[in-house]
């Protein structure tokens, strides 16, 4: 076999040789009979090589081809776990959707269980105090109207006589014969306001209140709010979805309910040490009012939290007639001429009226303004420790500094009134305007002595507004007026 590949390759060389090129062009029949011998005896000795590869390729063949069944076998039998996760995972969540509704169940199921609880321990306990109530309680008692201070003896008044609707037993009222104002009962009056607070906080564990998000949004509306400004809902529950409405209609709203638990929602107010702090464009509440305990004390304090004159409350309920007397909580209901005198003494005055108490709306809305042309923020300030500070002034000795009262401000024009007396060796002082705990300057200027008036502009809302007067010199500084005029 090796001889005879030898004796092949020779006669290749041969063929390759300078002499077997260089024969002449017609004489082509001698080389192309030795090409076509030399191909025959080539093609037998590779004959066997070509089978043995084709064997080979076969064999590939058929081993692509069993991989490609078991590929087509692995791809189906993933399509199938695929489609076994798939429905392990569709019972899993109906498994899990099955917990939470057997977990709200239950749960609804304790709540209701909790909620009877309480209603009879309520039953319980204000059947008791009645009957307390009926021993200590007699005609003879001096009873104060909390609006314009008339007293009489408890048998001289006029009463009205209910049931609580909430298991607080008989509920007894008594008619003002000066202001008309109907109050009481006065066995809810009595408690100590920690009572008072538990007694509204067992109540809600036991009942639920009404939406009176509707109520609330009307009565927002009857401000006619701006959407530069900011506003409170005083009293607005922890129930109720105005805030978040009213906030997405554009408009900066925030919320205070004492009695809520404390909320991480930085536009709901639960401490009223934090609500001091602030001031409003205007407040507004729904079913409030009627709620007080001394309406007079708690309208002062909300005009104390609006900001300016222009600043205006609207507050909503049908108690401004004696109506809905089925509640121990309601305390005064403001018929006669209760509300002038409250407007009186608090020092506001009536803008508006809206009347649909006898309507399905039942609604019932005034809105207040104030009588005085400016908002004293004398109060609102902070001063140094190198400060004096009284009700009527505030004296900055050398170094003192005074700041305050960090408003929440829209983008609107502001006027400030500072009277101050810095004595004949001087002639002006700077003031500052800032935010941001007087990291930015918005404005600055120069006080003289007496009164100043100081103008300014926000652009937008801006947050902790605060007005900074520092003593520098030697002599001691009187500052006795502060006062946002509009």
């Known amino acids: 076999m090796d001889r005879e590949r030898d004796r092949l390759l020779k006669k290749l060389v041969a063929m390759e040789s300078p002499c077997l090129r260089e024969v002449p062009q017609n004489a082509g029949g001698l080389k192309n009979e030795i090409k076509g011998k030399v191909e025959r005896e080539v093609q037998w000795i590779v004959e066997p090589y070509v089978e043995k590869n084709n064997q080979r390729l076969k064999k590939h063949q058929l081993l692509m081809e069993e991989h490609n069944k078991d590929l087509k076998s692995t791809e189906e039998n993933l399509r199938l776990v695929e489609k076994e996760i798939s429905d392990e ?64 003896k408890r048998g001289n008044y006029e009463k009205k006589i209910s049931e609580c609707i909430y298991n607080g037993g008989r509920l007894e009222r008594y008619v003002c014969p000066e202001c008309g104002v109907i109050f009481g009962p006065t066995k809810f009056d009595n ?15 036991g009942f639920h209140e009404g939406d009176s998000t509707e109520k609330e949004i009307k009565a927002f509306y009857m401000l006619h709010p701006d959407k530069n400004g900011v506003y409170l809902n005083y009293g607005c529950g922890s129930w109720s979805k105005s805030i978040q409405i009213i906030r997405e209609a554009g408009y ?3 919320g205070y309910e004492p009695y809520a638990e404390v909320s991480d929602n930085p536009y709901f107010i639960t401490d009223v040490e934090k609500l001091k702090r602030m001031r409003f464009d205007g407040i507004y509440s729904n079913d409030l009012i009627e709620h007080l305990i001394h309406p007079v004390e708690d309208f002062i304090f909300m005009k104390s939290l609006l900001k300016s004159p222009e600043s205006k ?48 709306a039942d ?40 700041f305050g009262p960090y ?3 829209g983008a609107l024009d502001y006027k400030w009134q500072i009277d101050i007396d810095f004595g004949e060796n001087m002639h002006m002082l700077n003031y500052r305007i800032t935010s941001d705990s007087g990291h930015r ?10 009164k100043n008036f100081i103008s300014y502009h926000l652009d937008d809302f801006t947050d902790n507004v605060e007005i900074v007067i520092e003593n520098k010199s030697e002599q ?7 006062a946002l005029l509009q």
């Open 252 to 254: 900066n709203v925030y």
């Open 363 to 402: 609604f019932y809305c005034y809105v207040y303004g104030m009588i005085e042309n400016e908002v004293n923020y004398m109060p609102s300030m902070y001063v140094t420790q190198e400060s004096i500070k009284s009700e009527k002034e505030i004296i900055l000795n050398k170094n003192g500094i005074m």
């Open 313 to 360: 409350m609207s507050h909503s309920t049908s108690c401004y007639i004696y109506k809905h007397e089925i509640t121990r909580f309601h305390t005064h209901f403001f018929t006669g001429r209760s509300l002038e005198v409250l407007c009186e003494k608090a020092g506001l005055k009536i803008l508006d009226c809206k009347n649909e108490v006898d309507t399905e």
């Open 476 to 482: 001691p500084i009187r500052i006795t007026k502060v």
């Open 407 to 409: 408003l929440n401000s």
């Open 191 to 205: 408690l100590t306001q920690a009572e008072k607070d538990e007694d509204y906080y067992v109540h809600y564990l």
């Open 441 to 450: 300057v918005l404005y600055k200027g120069i006080l003289e002595n007496g």
């Open 89 to 152: 995972k569709e019972r899993l969540l109906m498994a899990e959707n099955k917990i939470d509704h057997l977990s709200m169940q239950s749960t609804e199921l304790e709540n209701k269980k909790l909620s009877a609880v309480v209603r009879e321990l309520m039953k319980v306990k204000w059947r008791q105090i009645d009957e307390i109530c009926q021993r200590t309680e007699t005609d003879d008692d001096l009873l104060t109207c909390k609006i314009c201070g008339h007293q009489e």
